[in-house]
């Protein structure tokens, strides 16, 4: 590091004292990506308020104050408590999460403060200051460098050039910054990538300021659709408000002029307006969408949108780049070549003897602690033989760096006692072959060869030795170069791919590669991946010159796309939805920004994904693994079908609870349930059984079926027959018990309790028998579910409580029953469980065994 002090000393640059970068800090905020503002608690508690069912409930405890049921009133009060602290929680922890993920993706910065280095999180770097970089460092903001050896960085994040950018220093430290883009300039940029070298620079502008702060502050004024399902979920529950308001206005009137007893009236309508309302919709929607949420982060699947994981079901195509998705993102030497032979490296496979000239001299051409990929996996080739291939003893005399005019790179080393030096050179083939000297016979020898290696995919460079005694040369051409060989790199596909594009095409969701690399890497790894037509490709230049209308014809059975850059991604993306496809896009780059917004679903990598990316994304993969996308897809089905399912037993269930409602206007009979008892099956029973379907495995062949139409509705013409035969099942056997139990009794409590009894059972029996749309229940219940049994064995505790403990007696208006009622009770709702199997094995007569596919 004395290189650093000594170049700070000569400028006279000591940084900021940490006093002036808490000011500039307290001025100018964090550099850090615009953020939507976090929800206050009170925003939250207002939002839950403002729902129509808690606007009931708020109302009838008025009602019950006014009537002096102090008991009930109350009990009302804690389920609004209650839930509006769940609310809370759950929101809350969804913005640690995505905190929690800025905090890992915000680089840290090396700065000079008050003349000292300074490691600090890359959010607390402050216009004015001094950043140091070298190597494998993320630039934390837009800077000027100032002093800088051999430095070169990757923009290809902000421009799509994939090629790293030289830059020179300046001495003018008041010069303006500039847009990305060009070579030999002194402006580098927030988020780009330093790959070799080392810099000083400082900073000019931080946060929303930098090029890539831009960027991320449009996407903000980009809305975010509303999914089909947030809609019809929406839809539903507004029309179901409308005919319950309605209903509860009508049956008041009717009531009160019957009766004459207004505050009777009052109680009936709400309870009415209460059992029409399926306020649990919304909470099922977010309940399930949460959870699925949870369980995807235990698998490296952040989700960022949680609609995002219901439209994974219906996904057609998902696009997916090579490097670091398909492919492990680190490179491994699996060819070697010397004087015309050849040889596989296979894993922990002894190199022959032959060969170790080849991976030696490489190594000598190397860094010794690398941070390029190819030099990493020459260094890994030598483990286990250190010694034959590492000089821990010679001296790096000089190196020859990589220029525009030659892209090879030199290293002299010396040897302790000796007066020779070594000199190992490694590049590209063209630039090696041009320091040999080689004559026109060899040079085709070896570009046949490199030719061979480049059509298995592998990405190739050269080696070559040579010697030295006195003064060394400034160029590296002058030396007597000997040919030594090439070496062939490959990044390994992920073990898991090949398994997961099967799976990708079971399920009729067809997937397209895109790429920066060439074709011949991008076939080869088509052909061990086992994507489809890996014979058809289009470049990135093809690509440019065909018109819309071409494209949308082409890329129906094209799945490689090469040389492509960012920009162009979004050009496929809207070619795909204009064909009637439902699309899933994965990027990391800010150029990938406008087509992860585009796409239906937007997936960005947690790793080597920008900030940028993430923000436009609905999806973020911590792992960035194709197989998480495919797991994805599958929870997104398995959640629609949950949904389905909570959604059906939810609106089965509002069946009896309002009919007994209007029966018991129409015959006369006294209120069956009030509102306390219809709270009792909407705040405890309902949502805790939406955490039973919720926690229900997958159906059997879920990834064999065709992607869901994004269009089909939860509540299809089918479903909703299916609900209304079981929810009027429950209603028949409840009113039958009702009646003959209040004739045969005279006793208004007595009713009640049987039939409030036999609801409970009904409901938990419908349970089991909605767990699986195509095994019986008499399986499902075999099958585990800890969720169920906690909701079982909590409804019949709190059952017991309202039956057997004086306060919930009086609270609830039950007698006490016996053990012959409640057996009379549990067996006419065993007799409707034989009615939903028999309703469930109607509605799914012509399923597909196979592919569960409605026909």
């Known amino acids: 590091m004395q290189s650093i002090t000594e170049s700070l000393q000569s400028m006279n640059l000591t940084g900021l004292t940490e006093r002036e970068a808490s000011s500039r800090l307290q001025k100018n905020g964090y550099n850090e990506l615009p953020r939507e503002k976090r929800k206050t608690t009170f925003k939250i508690v207002l939002e839950v308020l403002k729902e129509p069912m808690f606007l009931l409930l708020i109302f009838c405890w008025i009602i019950y104050l006014i009537l002096g049921d102090i008991k009930e009133s109350f009990l009302l009060l804690g389920f609004v408590v209650v839930i509006i602290f769940i609310t809370i929680y759950q929101e809350n922890k969804t913005e640690k ?9 915000s680089p840290r910065a090396l700065v000079i403060r008050g003349g000292q280095r300074k490691r600090i999180p890359g959010r607390e770097v402050v216009q004015g200051d001094i950043i140091v970089l070298s190597e494998g460092d993320r630039v934390p903001a837009d800077a000027i460098v100032v002093t800088s050896t051999n430095f070169f960085v990757d923009e290809s994040i902000l421009t799509g050039e994939s090629v790293a950018t030289k830059k020179k220093p300046t001495k003018n430290f008041k010069i303006l910054m500039q847009k990305p883009g060009g070579e030999n300039t002194p402006f580098i940029y927030s988020g780009t990538l330093v790959v070799r070298g080392t810099a000083i620079a400082i900073v000019k502008s931080t946060g929303i300021e930098t090029e890539m702060g831009k960027i991320g502050k449009s996407l903000e004024v980009i809305k975010t659709e509303k999914t089909n399902l947030q809609k019809e979920t929406n839809s539903l529950v507004k029309y179901f408000a409308i005919y319950g308001i309605s209903a509860c206005v009508l049956v008041i009137i009717a009531y009160g002029i019957l009766k004459g007893n207004w505050i009777e009236a009052m109680l009936s309508g709400v309870t009415l307006a209460m059992s029409v309302l399926p306020e649990e919709f919304p909470v099922v929607l977010t309940l399930f969408l949460g959870l699925g949420a949870w369980r995807m982060s235990k698998k490296n699947v952040l989700i960022r949108r949680q609609q995002a994981i219901s439209e994974l079901g219906s996904t057609t195509v998902l696009c997916t780049d090579k490097t670091g998705t398909l492919t492990q993102n680190k490179m491994a030497v699996t060819k070697l070549y010397w004087n015309n032979q050849t040889c596989f490296i296979e894993n922990n496979k002894k190199i022959p003897e032959q060969f170790h000239e080849v991976v030696e001299y490489g190594i000598l ?23 034959k291939f590492i000089h821990k003893t010679w001296h790096l005399l000089q190196e020859y760096p990589l220029s525009d005019k030659l892209m090879a790179i030199s290293h002299v080393w010396s040897k302790r006692g000796k007066s020779e030096n070594i000199v190992a050179a490694k590049g590209a083939p063209e630039a090696i072959i ?18 061979s290696f480049s059509k ?6 050269a080696v070559a030795k040579s010697s030295s005694i006195g003064p060394l040369p400034k160029d590296q051409h002058e030396f007597d170069f000997e040919f030594v060989g090439l070496i062939g790199f490959e990044d390994p596909i992920r073990p898991t791919v090949p398994q997961a594009i099967k799976e990708c095409y079971d399920a009729g969701i067809r997937v397209i590669m895109i790429t920066g690399d060439y074709h011949g890497t991008a076939q080869n790894i088509a052909l ?12 990135g230049d093809e690509l440019e010159n065909l018109s819309d209308s071409q494209l949308k014809k082409k890329i129906k059975d094209v799945n490689i796309f090469v040389r492509v850059v960012p920009q162009q991604k979004l050009r496929l993306v809207n070619a795909l939805k204009s064909n009637g496809e439902i699309v899933a896009m994965t990027g990391d780059g800010v150029n990938d920004a406008p087509a992860l917004k585009s796409a239906n679903i937007g997936v960005s990598m947690g790793e080597r994904g920008t900030d940028v990316a993430r923000e436009a994304s609905s999806i973020v993969l911590l792992d960035d693994n194709f197989t998480s996308i495919v797991n994805g897809v599958k929870m997104g089905r398995r959640v629609f079908d949950n949904i389905r399912k909570a959604m059906s037993y939810v609106f089965s269930m509002h069946i009896p609870i309002l009919g007994i409602t209007v029966l018991a206007l129409i015959f006369g009979w006294p209120l069956i349930l009030l509102p306390v008892h219809i709270l009792f099956m909407e705040l405890i029973i309902d949502p805790t059984c939406s955490i039973v379907f919720e926690a229900e495995k997958a159906e059997e062949n879920i990834m064999k079926r065709k992607p869901r139409n994004p269009k089909e509705k939860i509540f299809n ?12 099942g429950m209603l028949l056997s409840m009113a039958a018990l009702f009646y003959f139990t209040f004739k045969s009794t005279n006793n208004e409590y007595l009713a009640r309790a049987m039939a409030f009894s036999n609801l409970i059972f009904s409901s938990l029996l419908l349970i089991l028998s909605s767990r699986s749309i ?13 969720a169920f049994w906690f909701v079982a064995i909590g409804a019949l505790f709190f059952l017991a409580l309202s039956l057997y403990t004086p306060f919930f007696n009086e609270v609830f208006r039950f007698s006490t029953l016996t053990i012959k009622e409640l057996g009379i009770s549990f067996g006419v709702a065993l007799l409707g469980m034989l009615w939903f199997e028999i309703v469930k094995h109607t509605h799914y007569l012509h399923y597909d065994k196979k592919r569960f596919i409605p026909k």
Not at 97 to 105: E, I, T, V, Y
Not at 367 to 376: A, C, R, S, T
């Open 456 to 461: 298995e995919g592998l990405r190739v460079i």
């Open 774 to 786: 195509s095994k019986p229940f008499y399986k499902t219940i075999l099958e585990k579910n800890k």
């Open 434 to 451: 041009e320091l040999c000297r080689m004559d026109f016979n060899n040079k085709k020898r070896i570009l046949k060869e490199v030719a």
């Open 717 to 728: 013409k089918r479903t909703l027959n299916h609900s209304i035969f079981q929810g009027l």
């Open 365 to 387: 051409a190397s860094q010794k602690e690398p941070f390029d990929p190819m030099e990493k996996a020459l260094k890994e080739l030598s483990r286990g033989n250190e010694s």
């Open 528 to 539: 061990e991946i086992g994507l489809k037509n890996p014979d058809k490709y289009i470049t």
């Open 97 to 105: 999460a995505l905190d929690a993920l800025r905090n890992l993706s």
